[in-house]
């Protein structure tokens, strides 16, 4: 018998078996709720609360370590962890929420050449008659061998289907879309040719519609990345893929589901207006994608193997640029279309960074240059004297929110700035609503303003005597907001835990930093320009970081904050067949430093825990 389920205030029902988990749930019924661990119940991420537990698991012994006696006194459990034997509603805090995050679409844009990889042409065919009987292909291929001088192919049968009733419906006419001398598309004359380029984030996802006859922007959307659900960082999704059967097979189905749903927003973002001559946007009418992720997006996105990647010495099954036919990974578009996939530098460094060292020239830098892309991996590369140096630090999700007492992702009601004058403690909340705990670039702020009102020193220790730090229930911690302001009734605090967390963050980041430097043989002072990209590193205070040691002490001046450069990068790679071979260039010319086997990084990473 199918037992329903009421997840609020999202207002989603589900019908499930008895003995299914809450958050398995929540996945059936695409709600989305954080699961950092992936369910295995360590992160505490995926806390609910329920009025009514008469029909769910008593507390497992899991749930009695990760919540306090408060949280399950007050009816809060791990979704992971609680199973449903009969109706139930669930009320799911924003704080677990994944679907609200704040997305980054926009980034910096560079001026480039447009060279469509697509080439459209408008042919009018002589009708076929009693004494012409040449078949459609035939007389199609001659008019292209005649119009462009290529010997058509075509690798798609849907391609090839369309051509009578196209011929015979628009007396001759026809629009062919062509990728070298392959046919891609056929379609009425006039009707718009489109380009999807997308960064697929471990987090967020984030879509370009393009013009491919003009190479105008026609929309951009970004999005939550749907795999969140069955783990928020890689390691979590490779371990999601392991330990379940077909588990690859559920996030590639969960990406590709979500990429076609993209196609369709951005298409109708396009349409929209008051202009009814304006053209019809369908995803059938892409022709042509480039999508670009980590190591680990890219390789679920194509249903390749993920095991090797949480290993070491973490290989990739494939690095160099790769074309798939958009219907081999199930994509609704055009019948002929393309996915071109930039190359990956290294197992940790992949796709999404070279496409933002292309959208940030990065590679045509003379000087010293560092370009960095915050996430729970951070990757790095330094550009020095000719060369080009890349690593990964493992910055971990604290960023995010995660392991933070109040964290949340930087979604509406999210401390999002801190400021400390007078010791009088001011903040700011993400929708400028009542705050219902702190994203990332606001425990930064609170950080380092506590370090410069001297509540905090050096070694992240919070001093008891300071009037802004009072005792914790373990140690010491600050109170951002009383209960009396929030909007979920609870005092929201920084505690002594959450700096060590973003201590280890921000040291591994640092670290990779120092020793890029080294490796290149120059100093943080040599750096000219230090650019940050993602989305995180578009909304954090650059004096902030610097003021907490996880940015080298340079002028404020030389850093440069460029928003989501890799989604730029690939719609560079979309329009640009320069551009396109540029980004394959830069991914030989890269050198990778593996941290994992430096015998300096202990020392770098403990000297850059300081703050
Ligand atoms: S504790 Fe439930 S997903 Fe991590």
């Not at 329903?4 to 958050?23: A, C, N, R, W, Y």
């Not at 065919?125 to 005649?146: G, H, N, P």
């Not at 659900?229 to 690859?248: C, Q, W």
């Amino acid at each position: 018998m199918k037992i329903e389920v009421d997840f609020q205030p999202i207002g989603k029902h589900v019908e499930i078996d008895s003995g299914t988990t809450i958050l398995e749930a929540a996945q059936e019924a695409g709600v989305g709720i954080s699961a950092i661990c992936g369910g295995a119940g360590s992160c505490g991420a995926c806390r609910v609360r329920l009025d009514d537990q008469e029909h769910v698991s008593k507390p497992n012994e899991t749930e009695i370590k990760v919540l306090d006696s408060d949280d399950l006194a007050s009816g809060i459990r791990l979704a992971c962890q609680t199973e449903i034997y009969g109706p139930t509603r669930v009320d799911v805090p924003p704080e677990s929420m994944t679907a609200t995050q704040r997305t980054q679409v926009e980034g910096e844009e560079i001026s480039f050449e447009f060279e469509s990889p697509i080439k459209i042409l408008d042919l009018t065919l002589t009708k076929a008659e009693a004494i012409d009987l040449q078949a459609d292909f035939e007389r199609l291929s001659a008019a292209v061998l005649t119009n462009n001088g290529s010997t058509l192919h075509c690798r798609r049968m849907n391609v090839l289907k369309q051509i009578p009733g196209l011929l015979r419906g628009n007396k001759w006419k026809i629009q062919v879309g062509l990728r070298g001398d392959e046919l891609v598309s056929v379609s009425a004359p006039g009707t718009p040719l489109l380009g999807m380029a997308v960064d697929i984030g471990t987090t967020k996802v984030a879509g370009y519609l393009v013009d491919m006859a003009s190479g105008k922007t026609l929309a951009l959307k970004g999005i939550m990345n749907p795999q969140i659900a069955y783990g928020e960082d890689v390691m979590a999704r490779i371990t999601y893929s392991l330990m379940h059967e077909n588990g690859s097979d559920v996030l590639q189905k969960a990406i590709i589901h979500a990429l076609n749903e993209l196609a369709v927003d951005l298409c109708a973002l396009a349409g929209a207006g008051d202009d009814t001559d304006a053209p019809v946007y369908l995803p059938t009418q892409i022709v042509e994608s480039v999508m670009v992720g980590n190591t680990a997006m890219h390789h679920l996105l194509l249903g390749l193997p993920v095991e090797q990647l949480g290993l070491s010495p973490y290989v990739a099954a494939v690095s160099s640029p790769l074309d798939v036919k958009a219907d081999e990974i199930d994509l609704a578009f055009s019948p002929g279309a393309t996915v071109h996939l930039l190359a990956n530098i290294a197992g940790f460094v992949g796709a999404d960074h070279l496409s933002m060292l292309l959208a940030t020239d990065t590679h045509k830098k003379k000087g010293v240059v560092i370009s960095l892309d915050i996430g729970t991996n951070t990757e790095i590369t330094l550009v020095a004297h000719g060369r080009m140096i890349a690593c990964s630090t493992a910055s971990g999700p604290a960023f995010e929110g995660a392991h933070i007492h109040d964290g949340m992702r930087a979604a509406d009601g999210a401390i999002e700035r801190v400021q400390i004058v007078d010791n009088k403690l001011a903040f700011q909340t993400i929708g400028h609503t009542a705050p219902v705990g702190i994203c990332g670039s606001g425990i930064l702020d609170a950080i380092a303003q506590l370090k410069l009102c001297g509540a905090m020193n050096e070694k992240g220790a919070l001093d008891v005597k300071h009037p802004l730090v009072r005792k914790g229930e373990k140690l010491p911690e600050v109170l951002l907001a009383a209960a009396a302001i929030t909007g979920n009734g609870h005092d929201i605090v920084l505690t002594r835990s959450d700096i060590n967390e973003i201590q280890l963050a921000k040291g591994a980041m640092r670290a990779g930093i120092e020793l890029l430097l080294d490796a290149a043989g120059v100093t943080a002072a040599d750096v000219d320009e230090f650019i940050i990209a993602g989305a995180f590193g578009s909304y954090i205070s650059v004096e902030a970081a610097v003021g907490i040691g996880m940015f080298p002490d340079i002028p404020i001046d030389r850093f440069r904050q460029v928003g989501n450069a890799a989604g730029i990068g690939a719609k560079q790679a979309l329009l640009s067949t320069t551009r396109r071979a540029e980004a394959a260039g830069i991914a030989d010319r890269v050198e990778y430093l593996e941290l994992t086997v430096s015998e300096q990084f202990q020392a770098q990473f403990l000297k850059a825990l300081y703050m």
